[in-house]
T-cell receptor
């Protein structure tokens, strides 16, 4: 399978715990994006990387959120001190050099109890 | 503030009919307009995309109509099939798709046999 992969697919955690999600983009895609999608809404942009550089962060990305892409390949998204409002689907997408189509992974569904 | 407005919220169409979903935007810097299809529990998948230098793009049963002066674009699904039942999102981006996508709120399409 050469698509975008995300791990885990589902995560249930208690309020106040830290969680980390992983995204593996399509190989040779240098851009990687994180989005958040709540029920009945469209995805909302969180942040994106070009290679290992984080080029843009949304205001939605509070101080409790941090994303990394240390070697320009996979990326991690960490949420510290989770809150119930963090419950959502976290989507990762990647695109080839020069932009164009963003290919989405299956998402990680986070439930904060 | 919603950068891309989408309507209707839900749509029911008979098999073989035409499904039409509309979107509008304000930011004239947008230069890439994709449509994504999403099934429950899955990530969005690109359906078709258009750039503002053309007024229409057709791929199989899917057609995008684009009106630059009105800042509107729409998706037409011809000969709608039950397998087309999904949620459809329009989106817009700057930088020919290299930058983050702004999504509409989605249209839940149901095609009845």
């Amino acid at each position: 399978d050469t698509g975008v992969s995300q791990d885990p697919r589902h995560k249930i955690t208690k309020r106040g715990q830290n969680v980390t999600f992983r995204c593996d983009p399509i190989s040779e895609h240098n851009r990687l994006y994180w989005y958040r999608q709540t029920l009945g809404q469209g995805p909302e942009f969180l942040t994106y990387f070009q290679n290992e550089a984080q080029l843009e962060k949304s205001r939605l990305l509070s101080d409790r959120f941090s994303a990394e892409r240390p070697k320009g390949s996979f990326s991690t998204l960490e949420i510290q001190r989770t809150e119930q409002g963090d419950s959502a689907m976290y989507l990762c997408a990647s695109s080839p050099p020069g932009g164009g189509t963003q290919y989405f992974g299956p998402g990680t569904r986070l439930t904060v109890l | 503030q919603q950068q891309v407005k989408q309507s209707p919220q839900s749509l029911i169409v008979q098999k073989g009919g035409i499904s039409i979903i509309n979107c509008a935007y304000e930011n004239t810097a947008f230069d890439y307009f994709p449509w994504y299809q999403q099934f429950p529990g899955k990530g969005p998948a690109l359906l078709i995309a258009i750039r503002p230098d053309v007024s229409e793009k057709k791929e199989g049963r899917f057609t995008i109509s684009f009106n630059k002066s009105a800042k509107q674009f729409s998706l037409h699904i011809m000969d709608s099939q039950p397998g087309d039942s999904a949620t459809y999102f329009c989106a817009a981006s700057m930088g020919s798709g290299a930058n983050n996508l702004f999504f509409g709120t989605g249209t839940r399409l149901t095609v009845i046999p």
